[in-house]
Nanobody, 121 residues
Framework: QVQLVESGGGLVQAGGSLGLSCAAS????????MGWYRQAPGKQRELVAT???????NYADSVKGRFTISRDNAKNTLYLQMNSLKPEDTAVYYC???????????????WGQGTQVTVSA
């Protein structure tokens, strides 16, 4: 069984910062791409940022220059540092990982349960 567990969400004022973590645990042979998505009330889930196993990154235009994605491959952990937060960043943030459970497994996407980030004006 594989679990992705996010932590670090909460309430912050506009202009503040928050850091999210996502730890992958269980039977994991290899992790490829990892990423953060978010879903605001009444809206579709959208990409925030992704990173490859080699550290290449990709960001949504709305968060470029404010958010930084990183990962610790030795710990199977993904991070998201969010600075200069805006009320429109309010959403449930989900982490995702494309991984193989065993050397013979196919690549499969797994999702965390989500963590709430609320930015007050």
């Amino acid at each position: 069984q594989v679990q992705l567990v996010e932590s670090g969400g909460g309430l912050v004022q506009a202009g503040g910062s928050l850091g999210l973590s996502c730890a992958a645990s269980g039977s994991i042979y290899s992790i490829n791409d990892m990423g953060w998505y978010r879903q605001a009330p009444g809206k579709q889930r959208e990409l925030v940022a992704t990173t490859t196993s080699r550290g290449s990154t990709n960001y949504a235009d709305s968060v470029k220059g404010r958010f930084t994605i990183s990962r610790d491959n030795a710990k199977n952990t993904l991070y998201l540092q969010m600075n200069s937060l805006k009320p429109e960043d309010t959403a449930v943030y989900y982490c995702t990982a494309e991984l193989r459970r065993y050397y013979y497994s196919s690549w499969t996407n797994y999702w965390g349960q989500g963590t709430q980030v609320t930015v007050s004006a």
